[in-house]
Structure formats: C-alpha cells, structure tokens
C-alpha cells in the first residue's frame, strides 16, 4: 500500500530535481506516445529536445528560442508574483494585447518622423497600455469585491474585440490598400524593436525579460515588499497582522503584472511580429501561465520553464514538419510535460511510503 | 479473569509515534461510580490514552479489559457499544441544526424527533442539566453546547463517562452545575474519566488521579489528601516557583481605549459593544470571559488589523484607530494573537521569516525595504536563546515546531521589540507549566520595566497570578476594571456572565 506522509519541512533536495524528473517521465511517455503513433520514439524525441539547440539547424531554431521565450519569461515573472500573493490574474492576454495597441499608436502617430525618442516613448506607453487594462480587474475587486479571475480573463475577449477594431479601423495602413493590419513598425526605424545582434533571436524585449527575472529574484529574497507578497500567498491572516493591506497589494500585483505584460506586447508588435493585425495574439498570455506554474513561481525556474516552453513549442513545429507527427500530438506532449510536473510537485512537501498491507 | 469489581483495568499500554513515545507502559485501574482523574501537562500523553480508550487509537503493546472481559476497541462505536462515551474538548456541533437533530445525528438508530426531544428533556431534568431540546445550537452558550454533547453521551446510558477538559469553556457557575451532574452520575454507579490541568477542580471532584509524565505513570494519588502544590510538583517534575508580580507604583497611561464598537470581521463572530478601558504604564489588565465573547475581535482592534473610529485607541495620547499594525507598532505596541499558526506565524515559513514577520518595524530589519537578513537572523536566534525555544535551528519551518514552542518563539518575538504597550491573547495556551511560568514572569518583567500589559486569556488561575486589575468580557462587552486583590470566584463568575441558562434551571 503507498502512503503519503507529509514532510516536517519541505526537501530542498526534491525541490530541484522534480522538475528535472518530470522532463524525464515526459519523455518516456512521450515516447510510448509517439511509437504507438508509429514513429520511432527516439528519433522524435531527439527532433524536439536536441535539433533545435545542436542540430543542423540549430542557427536559426536557437533565436526562435529566444524569440518565443522572451514574452512568456516576462509575463510569468509578472504573473507569478500576483500567483504567490494569491492574486489569480489570468487576462495577460489581454493585457499584452492592450500594450501592443497602446505602444503601436504612439508610434504610428509619429510615423514618418525620427527620432531617438520615438521607441522610449512607445515602451512607456505599452507598459501603461497593459497596467491600465489590469487596473480594472484590480479596482473592481478591492472596490467591489468582484473576481479578478473573471474579470481578468473576459477583458481578454474585450482587448481581442479592440484588436480587431484597430487593425481595420483607427491604426490601419493608410497605404496598405485597404488590408486589414497597420503600417510594418518593424520597417520603421525610428519605432523598431530589431534583433540586436542579427540571427541572435535577442530583442529588446528578451533583454527587458532577463531584467525582470533578475528584479524579481532581487524583489522576493531581499525586498520586504517581496516577503508580504510570498507571506500573503502563504497564510493570509498572518500578513494582515504583519501591516499587509490586502487591497494595496492587489492593485500592485496586477499592476506588475500587467504593466510587464502590455511590455511583452510592445516588444513583440514591433519586433518579431511587425504590426497590429487581426491575428496578432497568439496566446503567450495563457502559456505564460503554464511557465509560471512549471517555473514553481520562481524567477529562475520561470526562466529556464520560459526556455524548456520555447523549446517544445520550436521542436514541436520542427518535428511536425519534418516527421508528420500530428500536431495534437505535440499538444498532448506539452500537456504529459504540465501534468508530470504538477504531479511529481508532491514529493518536495510529501514523502511516499511503501507499506505492507496492514493487518486488522 | 480475576479482575474484581474493577469497571476497567489498563495494563501496560504502549504508543509510539515517529519520534515520540506518547504512553509507555501505563497501567490504571477504574472501579464503578469511581471519578478518576488523569493529570498530566500539554504533551504528557492524557489525548493518547484516553483515544485508545474510545478507540480512536490502536496500542502498540499492552491490554485492557473492561468489566472483567477483554476490551480492544477498533472504533469508537465499538467502545460505545461496549458502554465508554467520551465528551470532546472541541464540539462537534451544527450550528444550523437544533439540539434534538444534532443529538440524533450521533446515534446509531435515533428514534423519532418528538421522542428524541422527550427523552432529552427527561435526561436534563434528571441530571439537573437545562436545555431545551427545540433550541438552535448556533444560539446556545459554550456551556450550554458542552451540556448538548454530554446528554448525547448519557442517551446512551454509558458505564464509563470520558471528559476531556471539560471545564475551560465555562464560568464558575456553570462548573458548579457539571460538577453537580458528574457527583449524582458517579452516584448511580457511572465510573468517569476526568482529564484536566486544574488540580482545584480535580481535588472537588476526583476520588483518584494518575498522574502522567513524559507519556508515564509517574504518581498515582487520592486528590482530597495532597495540595495542589504537590500534584503540580508531581506532574511537572520539579519544585514551581510562582512569578512575582510587580509592586511598583504604576506611571501614566499608555493605553486608553474609549467607546470602542466594531463589528466583528469573522463569520459567528461577536462585535465590540462600547469598550473602555485604560492601562498605566507598569500595569498588567487582565481580561476574562468564555471563549467567543469577543477575545479576538479585542485583540484585532487592539493590534490595528481591525480598524475603528480615531480616537477610540489611544497609544500614549496619540490617536490611531484609523491606523494598521505597522504604525501602532511604531508607537511601541506589541501583540500576540491566540492563533500561533497561520495568525501569528506563517507554518511554512522558517523561523527567521517569522521573526521578520512582526519584528522588521521595531527591530529596524530593512533599510529603504530591503532586508537585512544577518540581522533577522541574529533576532531569531536570540528570541531561540532568551525564551528556551526547542528546535533544532531557526531554519525550520514554524509548523515543525511544537505548539507550546511555537508560543514560546511568538510571545519572544513581541516581548523582545522593547515594546510600550503589549497585548496578548492566550499567553500560555498549550505550553507545559515550566514554560507557562517563564512566559508570565517574562510578562511581568516587561511590565516592570514600563510597559502597559494587556492579557486576555480564560485561564483565570493565570489571570489571577499576573494581571493587577480584572475585566471580564461577556457577549462584546467589557466590564469595568477592578483590582484584582480582593476579588472572589463568586464576583468573577458574575463578570464572566454568571451561569448561562440558568432560567431553564429554575423552571425545571
């Protein structure tokens, strides 16, 4: 008979290896997965864990990599602060979209103008875009008690609604003869967000991801604002009797998060992705929560989750191209890749006993 | 089986935990109508003995037998079904329901209501215990609950009454009338099994007491023969010296408390109905009162995390109802809610977390909001040091720790802040009686030095020890203050709310 038997103190050790155990499992299920598919399992396995980083290829899959990682790295790390304090905010999506329209309009309204300034402007009011969405859910909810679950995730649909509307009406390409989507930023230098070093992958919006998962870190060790976010998660009653107000700290929470979302946003509508467009979203807002959760809400584990994320998705995509897997197989790869982490998550706080059946 | 007229025999009962041996080798004899005490500090081994009693617990080695057969109960309706009932320290009531439903809800095969509820008037009349079956228990006192869960035991006519603490819910009064029941039952041949702390109580009541320690059988006794002195030296294990309270003349108030009405944040909570009150530098309030009379609402309007009108609260002349904890406790207010986990500490956290907890304030642990974790860290260790906290290092998590060392880490933490004005609740609430006295000297040091004490607690015998003048809370009102020299059992009870029910009792 197995018994759970609950761990005086959390194990450190099992804290670090059971993400590394849940990759594992992931791949011997996976494998059984894609044999059964047909296919040879190691050849899969190899296609989207090893090609893309060592492979023929790797060159250009290693900046996808960073590429997709680097709006779902900093938009977990906002998220997972909310997530520690208990503040659920599951409208990132929404909030990125907010902060790529609001970043996009100031730097249309100055198209064709140059000027240094033009992209610090536009960064500023992506933030702003993303904060301002998340205010909504916040003030309803410290004024009206409201669920900033809800409220979050259906202001998502209301952002796509405005998304749509951008693209065809106010930010259209005045010279794009009448297609929807606006004028190409990323072919507009002044309000460009390019690859730093070319092929590299790393945007501005990967260099404000690393920054974020460093504040973070610095933020939750060492910052008491830090310690009152993890001590309002923890035990709430305990942080109200330590000064903690709990609404101050939801409006700062989904603010963070917010803010760094419609960041994501900013960074990506003038970089990878070039322009508002009715298919702008892409759902990093809803992954990014995955990362945050297979990150353990945890700076540095969010960004090596952000990169093992990228990675399934980019090996995902090379392995359907190239050994036509299905691509609910890789969904379901991605899912087998949440689910063992979730579960194996047990031992760090819970310690299995192999027990004898007991006689009466 | 030659156990003569002995209702039930315990040989050599064995129980380890990991880690713990919580009974080794305890052996008692109970004879029928016998009142037996079991006498014992927090964590001597009393729950463990008596669950294996009721069946709750499986030994690991020994036997018992009752009425000369042998007795191993898998569960406690097997003990039931043999004649053991056992009233629980905590109830297990709905409040929602009234007293017939929640009786019948513990019965195997409960007969018709109106039947149920003739049955329970006739039982509570019998026994001189009011209660009036029809009534919701979400109305009731805590004495008037405890008198629900002891009629439902003695529907079932039992042979062996169990009573776990039954005391520390009720005003003297209504001790009285329990104390009154218990005689006439032992009367008609009902052996019980009484559990308590309070060696007064069981020298009134008990023909014989066994005394454990350390999960041992250290005495047996017959309690009218020996002082209390001597079973608190007995269970304890060493000679108690009683804290000295201080004697000198108290200074200007630093507490001042005016009007104070707040609705309660909890749900069956009690509000604050118009509290006054004021403590002087120097003096130790001590506040009384039934459990759910309003203690933790006072505690939170005292400590800031409940907000009232401005000038409700004063600390030291300033007025800070409007204000949180963190500014009143730059003021020099300290406090100490009852609950330790998860209100006063944070179980996952390690105990240097903890110390930061409520300590970063007074203790200047940040600079510009970043911590200074060497120095919480050397915080922890002196509260670890100064208060003989038990643990293997301040890394641990608050929830390893025991419960009454886990006390011990908190009250530290608030009397180590300098503090001008203290508030507890519950100082000693589940801490054996070494370290009981320890935390009340460490009280009165505190208030030696200057400070403006309030304890709030229902252990009247440590109200009495420590506190210079006495209130009680009864329903979110507070009595005025008095001096506690002089004061009778009598008047406290009548502060407390003198017997709850009682009209039913004069009616019957």
Known sequence: MLILEKRPSPSRFWQGATPVLAVALTMIAGGVMFAILGKNPFEAIRTIFWDPVFGEFAWYFRGQLLVKAGPLILIAVGLSLGFRAGIWNIGAEGQYIMGAIFGAAVGLAFYPASGWFIFPLMVLAGGFGGWLWAMIPAILRTKFRTNEILVSLLLVYVAQSILSSMALGALRNPEGGGFPGSRNLSQYPAAANPEIIAGSGMHWGVVAAFIAVIAAYVLLQRHILGFHIRLAGQAPRAARFAGVSPDRLVVLCMGISGALAGLAGLFEVSGPAGQISIDFASGYGFTAIIVAFLGRLNPLGILLAGLLMALTYVGGDNASTNLGLPSASIQAFQGMLLFFLLAVDLLSNYRIKFLLKERA | ?508
């Open chain 2, 1 to 508: 089986m030659k156990t003569g007229t002995d209702l039930l025999r315990v040989e050599g009962l064995t129980k380890a935990y990991p880690g713990v041996v919580a009974n080794s080798d305890v052996s008692f004899t109970i004879k029928p109508g016998e009142v037996h005490a079991l006498l014992g500090e927090n964590g001597a081994g009393k729950s463990t003995l008596v669950k294996m009693i009721y069946g709750l617990v499986k030994p690991d080695k020994g036997r018992m037998t009752l009425r000369g057969a042998d007795y191993a109960p898998s569960e406690p309706r097997a003990a039931r079904a043999s004649g053991v009932a056992m009233v629980f320290q905590h109830f297990s009531l709905f409040e929602a329901l009234n007293v017939a439903e929640n009786v019948a809800l513990g019965m195997e095969n409960p007969p018709k209501m109106r039947e149920l509820a003739g049955r329970i008037r006739q039982v509570s009349q019998a026994y001189g215990l009011p209660l009036d079956p029809d009534r919701m228990v979400g109305d009731l006192s805590a004495g008037e609950r405890q008198r629900v869960e002891i009629i439902r035991c003695l529907l079932q006519d039992p042979k062996l009454l169990i009573m776990d603490e039954p005391t520390s819910v009720l005003t003297p009064q209504e001790v009285d009338i329990l104390f009154r029941t218990l005689r006439q039952l032992s009367a008609e041949g009902t052996a019980i099994l009484y559990i308590s702390h309070k060696l007064e109580e069981i020298r009134a009541l008990c023909d014989e007491a066994t005394i454990l320690r350390r999960g041992k059988v250290v005495a047996t006794c017959t309690p009218r023969e020996r002082s209390a002195r001597e079973m608190a030296e007995l269970m304890v294990g060493a000679v108690l010296t009683p804290p000295a309270k201080n004697a000198k003349p108290k200074g200007a108030v630093a507490l001042e408390v005016t009007g104070l009405s707040v609705n309660s944040p909890i749900p069956f909570g009690t509000s604050l109905k118009n509290i006054s009150f004021a403590v002087r530098k120097g003096e130790v309030l001590g506040i009384a009162g039934v459990a759910g009379n309003g203690q933790d609402e006072l505690l939170l309007a005292l400590s800031g995390e409940l907000k009232s009108a401005r000038d409700a609260v004063k600390i030291s002349g300033a007025a800070v109802g409007e204000q949180g904890p963190n500014e009143r406790r730059v003021l020099g207010l300290v406090s100490a809610p009852e609950e330790r986990l998860g209100h006063a500490a944070a179980p996952d956290m390690s105990l240097v977390e903890n110390a930061l907890l409520s300590g970063s304030v007074r203790k200047g642990l940040t600079t510009r909001g970043f911590i200074d974790w060497g120095a919480t860290r050397t915080f922890a260790e002196e509260i670890v040091k100064e208060f003989d906290v038990r643990t293997p290092g301040t890394w641990v998590a608050a929830r390893a720790l025991s419960g009454g060392n886990l006390q011990k880490f908190v009250v530290g933490r608030e009397l180590s802040q300098a503090p001008s004005v203290i508030v507890i609740n519950q100082p000693t609430w589940g801490v054996d009686a070494a370290a009981a006295a320890s935390i009340r000297q460490a009280i009165i040091d505190r208030a030696a030095d200057g400070a403006a004490v309030v304890v709030i607690s229902q252990d009247l015998d440590e109200l009495l020890e420590i506190a210079d003048n006495f209130a009680a809370l009864n329903g979110g009102a507070m009595t005025v203050p008095r001096p506690t020299q002089g004061l009778t059992i009598d008047e406290i009870g009548l502060m407390m709310g003198g017997a709850h029910g009682m009209e039913v009792a004069h009616v019957a």
